[in-house]
């Protein structure tokens, strides 16, 4: 029997390729893939032999085989599953990186029909701000709306405006009594000079002003906003109290992106990554209390106990149900047994495929990423869990090369990096437009900053090293080129895709995936 027969006598060698030292069998099954070249034993069992006969590939060893096809490019389905019950137009994560992703990039991404993963090199509270934002930024209703009171300065008003990207604020009492509504219009003949001193009350419009029951139909609320020639529709109550907010944005905001990302209540979606030691717990409970869509426990390797507890912890907590958990980082079989036994609802694959990681030459440890998906897929197909392809991107090519290898979606960094909605500003070298770009087990990421802490150290399971002089650094720091809007990088990276899917006769993701053949190539055959 293949792999699950009588354990290794402690006497005979040990297969340096089965991970554990207590669950390596004998296998004398005819085309096993760890028994290809065996010895036999005193005992009459079989014993891999060769340390070399697990071959690791990545994007670049391989190429897909063209075939029939009736497929045209432009109608290829992209959609794809993120987790077990989230599926994605466009199967694309941005990274969880300082430098990738924070609350303007994961925007952009639900709008393009991908999903953003917030990082977590910030606190506690600045992260469950950016998920509030995302959710803020687009809604089909806002069901609770920052609002303003009477007595408040025009100059208060103008800063929480200029916070949360809105042009106005719902005038409430303290008891939450609907009075009136502010917008830029009320604001626009008070002199700065003044703003400190006038008090909403005097400004704002409270007569005249137009309402709708909370539960109003999309086709009720658009025939208002036509009729009234308004921006925004307060929600209320039979008492008066504001329960919602609906704004004119928000329509055309469904018009432009119409595959953006969204939950049940139309607002964008968004991930969060988390750690596993410290505040891990603390900082799930803000996020999920922020409204985020998926956790992403998200270290450096995924198959450790913290990383296993935390999981096991969140998703036995009934105040997470609606939450859907990505555990990662692996890139073997076993490591993807052991984040779905947890309850994992996707899994992360990657360990150094990064272009800024090093964790391949500081520690020699990792798998090719072809091969690192195809491992971990066989263990989630099964179990009927998505697997997320993380790094070692750098075409659109091989995304449908990661599909091909058992992926569901694929996670971006440096092809993201240059983007306008990525943090950073412009660099010119030489008369070129370059972006800032760094790993998150880069010595600038992991090193403290004046008086704020990296909460980057635990990923790399180095939260107790004393001082940033005994850091052990698993990434570099460069720059990427610029490369414009978001919109136009992932309609390229798409673009690709569905000429992929169009060459292998694939009209949607699970056809890609069904009968896609990969040719392993030659130093020459890439070449050429």
Sequence with gaps: VCLESTPLNPSEPLCPFLADGVNRYHCSTTGCRRAKTTTSSPGGHWVENNPFDFVGLTYDDVMLLPAHTDVIPSQADTTSRLTRRISTYAPLLSAAMDTVTEARMAIAMARQGGIGVLHRNMSIDDQAEAVDKVKRSESGMITNPVTITPDATVAEV?????????????VVE?????VGIITNRDMRFVRPSEAASTLVKDVMTRDNLITAPEGIEREAALALFAEHKIEKLPLVDPSGRLCGLITVKDFDKSEKYPHATKDEQGRLRVAAAIGFFGDAWDRACELRDAGVDVLVVDTA????SGVIDIIGRVKADPAFAEIDIVGGNVATRE??????????????VGVGPGS???TRVVAGVGVPQVTAVWEASRAAIPAGVPVIADGGLQYSGDIAKAFVAGADSVMLGSLLAGTD???GDLVFVDGKQFKHYRGMGSLSALQRRGEKTSYSRDRYFQADV???EQLIAEGIEGQVPYRGPLGSVVYQLLGGLRQSMFYTGAATIEELKAKGKFVRITAAGLKE
């Design 158 to 170: 103008d800063e929480i405006c200029g916070q949360f990207r809105v042009s106005g604020l719902p």
């Design 174 to 178: 303290g008891d939450g009594k609907l």
């Design 301 to 304: 390797n995924g198959d450790s």
């Design 335 to 348: 490591g993807a047994e052991a984040l779905i036994s947890a309850g994992v609802d996707a899994i992360k």
């Design 356 to 358: 800024i990681c090093t």
């Design 421 to 423: 909605e990525s943090p």
């Design 466 to 468: 004393p001082s940033d």
